[in-house]
């Protein structure tokens, strides 16, 4: 099978990596891809939100598959042109259409689903700029701290958490007088919810699915969770607290119920879904629903998906998916973010990477990088995940740590407590 993989960073590198290991594939293209990807399959530098340019790769390359790593290109609609279109409704996309995709692109779609179909989440009112006044006394009921967050897709920045109310009143103001533009014309109060967090995923043809593994993500720039929020700083795979009896709960509240749900407001959905959980006190709550794979989860959840992905994402094409074997690896898998200096404000690009051939003990992950000059060189604030086997989590983060010392670029940066709270 010839396969379109869109995006260009670290998750769609991984990916990469997997399709490429698989029986089933002939040939992979990557739209755009990165200097990582054009070593196992062909870049090709299109945008994936341009569908007219998808499109003519679609046919040129004979592609049969098109995965979709990031969610712009599903929240704006890609899955229904490919449907939409006579010359494309035949190729299936692993990710859901544009409604279905909503789960991620509006908060208050998400929340609205969650309320419909008995799935725990925060409580919250949803407020535009005409009922800020029933915001305001929402946020009195609540205790500090206050969550608000932008309705629309916000480049992960949408999500304030103000620790006064005379904050979160003046921060709601901002937001709805257009702080993140079209995506805060409308803004979600929520509940603030006391745990900790978990990456749980499936993939899905929708009607069975598949539970993938969970991962534990970083998501400040600094260690001991301070600082700025980034894309996410390094990733542990599996999570020990989320055991069997917590994994149940998950299965049982959360994942069942959302594909029932989606079943049962008619929304087509065949992809990957994105739970990101509280664990508070046990039991598991809804923060938000991802259309796609996390970036750098899927660094560390791919190393231990022991299946072939193209049999499974073939599974979800053609509704077998239920008869396909999903087998996972005991192991754990580490991965450390190398971001440039700076990051996640500004940074400079063009940097080069040395050493990455001298690593024999870890998966290096390409995230912002590029070829130039025959170098490879940084070109993101995210530049590289270091994935490391090990038999627990200490032995993965030490491979892991020793191969994020040896590569070298100016102005490297990288946390070094990643899993401190496992
Ligand atoms: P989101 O973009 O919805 O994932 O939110 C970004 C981050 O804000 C999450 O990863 C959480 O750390 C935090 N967050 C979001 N909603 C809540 C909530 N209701 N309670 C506590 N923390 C939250
Ligand atoms: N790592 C979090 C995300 O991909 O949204």
Not at 41 to 60: R, T, W, Y
Not at 114 to 136: C, E, F, Q
Not at 159 to 170: F, G, H, K, R
Request: positive net charge.
């Amino acid at each position: 099978m010839n396969v379109l993989l869109l995006g260009s960073g670290g998750r769609e590198h991984a990916l990469a990596w997997k399709i490429s290991q698989s029986n089933k594939l002939k040939k992979l293209f990557i739209a755009p891809g990165n200097a990582g990807t054009s070593t196992i399959g062909k870049n090709i530098n299109i945008d994936p939100c341009n569908f007219a340019s998808v499109k003519q790769i679609a046919l040129e390359k004979n592609i049969n598959l098109v995965v979709v790593g990031p969610e712009n290109p599903l929240v704006n609609g890609i899955q229904d042109f490919f449907i939409e279109d006579a010359e494309l409704k035949n190729i299936p996309i692993i990710g859901p259409g544009k409604i279905g995709a909503q789960l991620e692109g509006s908060k208050e779609f998400a929340k609205k689903f969650m309320l419909r179909h008995n799935i725990p989440t925060a409580k919250y009112l949803s407020v535009s700029s005409k009922s800020i006044d029933d915001g305001l006394s929402f946020l009195q009921q609540l205790s500090p701290p206050y969550v608000l967050k932008a309705d629309g897709l916000a480049a992960g920045k949408g999500v304030l958490i103000l620790n006064t109310l005379s904050e979160a009143n003046q921060a709601l103001n901002k937001m709805l007088n257009g702080q993140f533009g079209e995506a805060s014309k409308r803004v979600v109060i929520e509940e603030f919810l006391s745990g900790i967090e978990v990456s749980f995923f499936a993939i899905t043809d929708g009607n069975s699915y598949k539970i993938l593994p969970e991962a534990k993500d970083y998501k400040r720039i600094g260690e001991n969770e301070t600082g700025l929020n980034t894309g996410g700083m390094g990733a542990i795979s599996p999570v020990a607290f989320a055991n069997k009896e917590f994994k149940d709960k998950v299965e049982k509240q959360i994942i069942i119920p959302t594909i029932k749900g989606l079943k049962k407001d008619k929304i087509y959905y065949k992809g990957f879904l994105f739970f990101g959980l509280m664990n508070v006190n046990g039991n598991p709550f809804v923060i938000e629903y991802n259309v796609r794979l996390g970036d750098p989860e899927t660094e560390a959840i791919t190393p231990r998906i022991k299946s072939d992905i193209l049999d499974l994402f073939e599974g979800v094409a053609n509704n077998t998916l239920e008869n396909k074997n999903l087998q996972i690896s005991d192991e754990t898998v580490s991965t450390i973010m190398l971001v440039s200096g700076g990051y996640p404000q500004s940074y400079e690009k063009g940097k080069e990477i040395k050493n990455i051939d001298s690593v024999k003990d870890s998966i290096v992950f390409h995230a912002g990088t590029k070829t130039s000059n025959n170098k490879i060189v940084t070109n993101g604030g995210r530049v590289l995940a270091i994935s490391s086997y090990g038999n627990n989590m200490n032995s993965a983060l030490s491979k892991s740590y020793k191969n994020a010392e040896k590569i070298l670029f100016d102005g490297k940066y990288y946390r070094k407590d990643i899993g401190f709270d496992l």
